[in-house]
Structure formats: C-alpha cells, structure tokens
C-alpha cells in the first residue's frame, strides 16, 4: 500500500464523520449515493463500524458520478441539506437503505419523514454552499487519485482492495497492528 495515493485533503472538522476523531483508525469513503458498488459496500462499512467500535472514525465524502448516475448529484445535495439540520447520517443511511428507489421526487418525501425543517431544506438546496462544498468534495477526490466510486482510504492511504468485509477489515486490522 505504500505506492499508493494519498488522501487530500487530510480529515478535518470540515468533514462528516462519525466516531471518535483520535480513533486509531480513519476510513474515509468517496462515494455515489446511486453507485449499486457503494450500496453495496453500505452495509460492510456498518459491519466494520460495529466490529470496530470507538477503534474506528468514519468519513464520507461525495464523488457524485453524474454521467452515469442521473441522481447522484441531487442526492448529494440532499444529504448536505440535511447535515445543515444535524441529520446529515440519517439522510445518509436512509439513501443508501433505500436505494433502488431513489429517484428526485421521493428525496424531499424522505427529508419529511425525518422531520426536516423543508422550508429550510429548500432554500439550503436552492444556495450555492451545497453546491460548493460538493465540488470541494470531488475535487479533493480527484487530487487523492479517486477515479470511480466507493474508494477508500485507510489512514490516509487510498485502499486499493475490493470494498468488502473481509478485505477492507483486513486492511484495518493490520494498520492496527502497525500501530
């Protein structure tokens, strides 16, 4: 793994992140919520979270893939809106949970059912910060060397393996045991 990109910019309170922040463990996921490989990896990463514990923060970051994808970007925005209600992992979760439903109609629907505030949620879709903060998201994964989605980073250090249990938990244990 020592060839292989590295993670620009670093985590930073900017990020959405969940578990402790002096975790021994960062795993930092670019992703698509339309991508079926990033579905797919939803509930490993779960997996990992729960087998990992207070041993592991989680990042995710987007890297909407909108030519193959027509409703990556919208949902991105979405989560974002959300995270400027506190809910950014709820909106998160439920997208990824319900994703071979997603379409542009149900995403306000979805932001009702967690009781957002949706004269807020349109407006904060309807600014520019969203829609900025989406393409710093992308362009840091561009400069970290992500040319499709999910792709990982453990510790910094892009992980080149297959985004399932077995291999992104192999990896995370032995950064542990080098630590």
């Avoid at 409703?71 to 439920?94: N, S």
């Avoid at 439903?101 to 969203?130: H, N, S, T, V």
Wanted: charged residues 25%; proline residues 7%.
């Amino acid at each position: 793994m020592n060839d292989s990109p590295t993670l620009t910019p670093p985590v930073s309170a900017r990020d959405h992140a969940q578990g402790p922040a002096n975790a021994p463990l960062t795993l930092v996921e670019y992703g698509d919520y339309q991508c079926p490989f990033c579905g797919a990896a939803y509930p490993e990463v779960k997996r990992l979270q729960q087998a990992l514990g207070k041993k592991l923060r989680f990042v995710f970051r987007n890297f909407p893939l909108t030519q193959a994808h027509p409703y990556a970007l919208i949902a991105a925005e979405t989560a974002e809106a959300a995270a400027l209600q506190g809910k950014f992992w709820e909106m998160h979760d439920l997208i990824f949970e319900r994703q071979e439903i997603l379409d542009a109609e149900i995403l306000p629907l979805w932001a009702r059912e967690l009781g957002l505030d949706l004269a807020k949620f349109g407006a904060a879709l309807r600014q520019g910060d969203i829609a900025k903060r989406i393409r710093e998201d992308r362009m840091g994964g561009i400069r970290s060397g992500v040319n499709g989605t999910p792709s990982f980073f453990i510790n910094g250090t892009r992980h080149d393996g297959a985004p399932d249990y077995n291999s992104l938990g192999a990896a995370l244990e032995q950064q542990l045991e080098t630590k």
